[in-house]
């Protein structure tokens, strides 16, 4: 008499960075509709990251909400523990399999009025961080597993708008970087892509779009597809992408704009 061993099935977790609004809540919120388990971050807006828990939860999902700073890296080893002990307590695991790096900010300012604080802000926020977060987290990654970067298609030459030079080089460098991830992690099955939306109606630049809707109409004449980008244009492609519908997809960076000058 043959017996079979049934598998225990493992459910996949993502830490999705900058959740609590935005491109990381949405995108948080479909990883978890396909079925993985979410940790989630925020830096602020701890309100707006236990809302996302509770979406997640009420569609019937399992989310983590955990504090991180993507500016400070000396906080890192930290929030690798707190990964760690939310891995073991939630889900009894030991690893997780896909990395969202979705946290950042937004800074504008003309090269001749940029200071070295300004422009050293950013590094460590826009590159310096998602760089040794990635690094710090790797041990902590499943084989098999996938990375998103959350770049800009302000790095596209028809998007180049005065003021964002510092802001689109940093994404720019995230852009390489997410290729050279891509070949150095191959060695693991660890697949890393980029996405670069376009204007989308965030919380970027201290909610510019909430507080200036005026803007919006003569903006989105610019889209092909005649509107601004909505959260969850983004956050549903970063979801296809660490699934498994992406699994061929590798050290791409996929403009998600709506063909905005197009």
Same mark, same amino acid.
């Given at each position: 008499?043959?017996?079979?061993?049934?598998?225990?099935?493992?459910?996949?977790? #993502? %830490?999705?960075?900058?959740?609590?609004? &935005?491109?990381?809540?949405? !995108?948080?919120?479909?990883?978890?509709?396909?079925? /993985? @388990?979410?940790?989630?971050?925020?830096?602020?807006?701890?309100?707006?990251?236990?809302? #996302? %828990?509770?979406?997640?939860?009420?569609? &019937?999902?399992?989310?983590? !909400?955990?504090?991180?700073?993507?500016?400070?890296? /000396? @906080?890192?080893?930290?929030?690798?523990?707190?990964?760690?002990?939310?891995?073991?307590?939630?889900?009894?695991?030991?690893?997780?399999?896909?990395?969202?790096?979705? !946290?950042?900010?937004?800074?504008?300012?003309m090269i001749e009025e940029t200071t070295e604080e300004f422009f050293d802000r950013l590094t460590r926020g826009l590159f310096k961080g998602p760089f040794f977060l990635t690094r710090t987290l790797l041990p902590l990654m499943a084989d098999g597993g996938a990375i998103v970067n959350t770049t800009s298609n302000s790095t596209r030459p028809a998007v180049t708008a005065p003021g964002y030079s510092v802001y689109a080089s940093l994404k720019g460098a995230l852009t390489v970087l997410t290729r050279y991830m891509a070949k150095e992690f191959s060695a693991r099955g660890i697949r890393v892509n980029s996405v670069a939306p376009g204007a989308t109606r965030t919380r970027f630049a201290d909610d510019a779009f909430e507080r200036h809707p005026e803007i919006i109409p003569d903006l989105a004449r610019t889209f092909a597809l005649g509107r601004i980008g909505e959260p969850d244009d983004i956050g549903m492609v970063i979801a296809t992408l660490v699934g498994e519908e992406g699994r061929w997809i590798t050290a791409q960076d996929i403009e998600v704009s709506g063909g905005q000058n197009l």
């Open positions: 008499m043959l017996h079979r061993v049934r598998r225990r099935h493992i459910m996949k977790v #993502a %830490v999705v960075t900058g959740a609590s609004s &935005g491109i990381g809540r949405s !995108a948080a919120i479909q990883i978890a509709e396909r079925g /993985a @388990g979410v940790i989630l971050t925020y830096s602020s807006n701890q309100q707006g990251a236990q809302d #996302a %828990v509770t979406e997640i939860e009420k569609r &019937g999902g399992t989310a983590v !909400a955990l504090p991180l700073d993507i500016g400070d890296t /000396a @906080g890192f080893p930290a929030f690798r523990d707190a990964v760690a002990d939310a891995l073991r307590t939630t889900w009894q695991r030991d690893t997780f399999d896909h990395l969202v790096n979705n !946290a950042g900010f937004a800074g504008n300012s």
